[in-house]
């Protein structure tokens, strides 16, 4: 965006953060193909670790999800040995979900991997430059409503898109 002198006006915060968030999804993903995983395996996994013994009711709570649209993601977790479901001790109608050793294994892959993105993204920044942005954001997610360490992307998986008419 130039105006006629010549100068850039700067984009609104706004739209840098949508451009910076789609930027940095985007990487994200792709640091994490080489490990056979795409960022809603990373963010389970992550909530997992988080709640032992969570129920998938309870995760797809959590995610703000579907719980229809969170069985197929978890059964390709199962199926890479990452994830298992066990019955409940309090409930045997519901299963809770465990990390493995080898979902241990790929969540610290996963930690690295964070690591270096966030490196990456916040090159151009000093430590405490680094600090405040997050101080920043935390503000604007928490007056939001965010939910702590939960993408909002997740709300959007396993339901079918309304096409216009």
């Known amino acids: 965006m130039s105006n006629p002198g010549g100068t ?5 915060a706004a739209f840098l953060l949508a451009q910076v968030g789609s930027h940095a999804a985007r990487k994200f993903a792709e640091r994490l193909a080489p490990l ?21 009711q309870g995760l797809a709570e959590i995610l703000h999800m579907h719980p ?3 069985v ?5 977790l199962e199926e890479r040995g ?3 479901r066990q ?9 809770e979900l465990q990390v493995t050793d080898k979902g241990q294994v790929a969540l610290r892959d996963i930690g690295r991997v964070g ?3 966030n490196e990456s993204l916040c090159a151009a920044l000093s430590q405490r430059e680094r600090e405040q942005l997050t101080e920043f954001l935390q ?7 965010l939910t702590p360490g939960v993408h909002p992307g997740f709300s959007r998986l396993g339901r079918r898109q309304k096409r216009p008419r």
């Open 115 to 117: 690591q270096e993105h």
């Open 8 to 12: 850039q006006r700067p984009s609104s």
């Open 72 to 76: 197929a993601i978890i059964d390709e």
């Open 68 to 70: 229809s649209g969170l």
């Open 87 to 95: 019955s409940s001790l309090d409930d045997r109608r519901t299963y």
């Open 36 to 56: 056979r995983l795409s960022p809603p395996h990373a963010g389970i996994l992550g909530v997992l670790r988080k709640s032992v013994g969570l129920s998938q």
């Open 139 to 145: 503000r604007i997610a928490n007056e939001q409503g």
């Open 82 to 84: 990452l994830v298992k």
